[in-house]
Nanobody, 121 residues
Framework: QVQLVESGGGLVQAGGSLRLSCAAS????????MGWFRQAPGKEREFVAA????????YYADSVKGRFTISRGNAKNTVYLQMNSLKPEDTAVYYC??????????????WGQGTQVTVSS
């Protein structure tokens, strides 16, 4: 099992930006895709974005396309979520997740503890 630790959440005004980071406990594990999910109060957890192990493939939820960017560090064991033009409806706990193989909407094997993002209007 891969341990995932998120950081970078916080409080920001609408229109602002935040960058989330997720560090995995293993390095250079070929084929391990990573993604971000979020869960707002009273709502189900939803997919946000995913990136393949190589970083060559990305996939986004329609609600964040053009505003969020997912990327991986050179060592492949860190993934970032750059969030721009934030809206109050982006407020949620954001979770990092990982899975073997590229299937962005599929089941993920590993999950972080989550980091809170709050966007004020």
């Amino acid at each position: 099992q891969v341990q995932l630790v998120e950081s970078g959440g916080g409080l920001v005004q609408a229109g602002g930006s935040l960058r989330l980071s997720c560090a995995a406990s293993r390095r250079a594990f070929s084929g391990y895709a990573m993604g971000w999910f979020r869960q707002a109060p009273g709502k189900e957890r939803e997919f946000v974005a995913a990136i393949s192990w190589s970083g060559g493939s990305t996939y986004y939820a329609d609600s964040v396309k053009g505003r969020f960017t997912i990327s991986r560090g050179n060592a492949k064991n860190t993934v970032y979520l750059q969030m721009n033009s934030l809206k109050p409806e982006d407020t949620a706990v954001y979770y990092c997740a990982g899975r073997w193989g590229w299937a962005p909407s599929g089941r993920y094997d590993d999950w972080g503890q989550g980091t809170q993002v709050t966007v004020s209007s």
